[in-house]
């Protein structure tokens, strides 16, 4: 078990939590992690710490030995249909999945060791607002459906509580719908080269992280596992799924960024561009699926310190960056271990940025 030092409520949780666990068996611990069952009894002071154990608690409190079990789903109950570098993908039935948000993180499409304690509850906070903010301009695959409905075993349930949803299960469209405020990253290189983005032309003289005149849709193709998703331009996008619906999923996209990039900006975070997913029912109706404009699917960064002509520092993983950059690493898995005062304050940035957006 690895234990970590942290500060504040955190610390004082941890040491009184480790007194308790000697105490109590320390058993469990191991049980939970590598059978994932496993007969416990049920003294208060474990269902106690099985709460804590599982991050069933406020993320400020959780002890440190939480985040190496936070970092890999318990769920056995479920048919694993999809793990992500961050998300696991759970089939419920015909008609629903379970999305599990791990506290993975990933730096240069590798998921390192450690993780940021709170991420996936952050993560599906902050997917989970937007969600509800949309539903004016689109519906979304979100249900009602109680956790407690598709998870029985209650060491699933606690664990995967506020970092999991219950949604419809879609038919996912095979493209992927990014919408860009500004010229940056896989758009800066197109627009160096053909003075465009995807086919949209744009003025002569950008600079790299100008603000675009107006937001502009720029689809990619969803690629398969481990290929890089390819950047297409509007036309291939109609003659794969179809001219209505291509310019449905366009119209749609530009109007939720449009609002939510001004609502973010208003509170101090300029989102430069993010990417959604759309799925169809059996109907063909268009609905909003997968995660909604978190810092893992967008780039956000902090409005007070951003200046064309100099890549802007992402919001969230700045610090991580920072760090491997200082590494002689050479960006391909297995990623190193970052050091516990990185993993925290990046911890904070998604905190931070959870308190101004949500
Ligand atoms: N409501 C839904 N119905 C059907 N599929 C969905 C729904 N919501 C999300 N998905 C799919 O689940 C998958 C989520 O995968 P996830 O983003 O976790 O990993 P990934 O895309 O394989 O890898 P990465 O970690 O690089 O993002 C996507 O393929 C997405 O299209
Ligand atoms: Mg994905």
């Not at 570098?85 to 730096?107: G, M």
């Amino acid at each position: 078990m690895r234990i970590r030092c942290y500060t504040g409520w955190g610390a004082n949780c941890q040491v009184v939590l480790l007194f308790a666990l000697a105490y109590v068996d320390l058993s469990f611990y191991h049980e939970a992690r590598e059978t994932h069952e496993g007969k416990m009894k049920k003294r208060p002071a474990f269902v106690m710490l099985e709460h804590i154990a599982y991050g069933n608690f406020p993320i400020s409190l959780q002890p440190a030995f939480c985040y190496d079990i936070a970092m890999k789903s318990l769920i056995n109950s479920l048919p694993l249909i999809n793990q992500g570098k961050v998300r696991e993908i759970y089939a419920v039935d015909d008609r629903h999945l379970l999305i599990v948000t791990s506290d993975r993180i990933s730096a240069f499409d590798v998921i390192l060791p450690t993780p940021i304690p709170g991420k996936g509850e952050i993560l599906t906070r902050i997917s989970n607002f937007w969600f509800d903010k949309t539903r004016d301009i689109t519906p979304n695959h979100l249900t009602k459906i109680p956790l407690q409905d598709v998870l029985s075993n209650p060491k699933e349930l606690a664990w995967a509580e506020h970092r999991s949803i219950v949604v419809k299960r879609l038919q996912p469209l095979p493209v992927e719908a990014i919408v860009r405020g500004y010229l940056i990253g896989s758009g800066w290189k197109d627009y160096q080269q053909t003075g465009s983005v995807c086919g949209i032309g744009l003025p002569v003289e950008l600079q790299l992280a100008d603000k675009l005149p107006k937001p502009i849709f720029t689809p990619s193709t969803k690629a398969a596992m481990g290929n890089h998703d390819v950047n297409v331009d509007f036309d291939t996008m109609s003659s794969q799924i179809g001219t209505e619906l291509a310019q449905k999923v366009r119209d749609t996209s530009l109007a939720i960024y449009q609002m939510s990039a001004d609502y973010a900006l208003e509170r101090g975070i300029i989102i430069a561009d993010t990417k959604f997913e759309f799925g169809l029912d059996e109907h063909g109706e268009l609905y909003l699926i997968d995660e909604v404009l978190t810092p893992d699917s967008s780039r956000f960064w902090a409005a007070d310190t951003y200046r064309p002509g100099i890549s802007p520092p992402s919001f969230d993983k700045q610090f991580v960056r920072d760090y491997l950059e200082t590494l002689d690493w050479d960006k391909t898995a297995p990623g190193p271990d970052l050091p516990d005062k990185i993993a925290n304050k990046t911890a904070d940035k998604y905190r931070e940025a959870m308190k101004r957006l949500v």
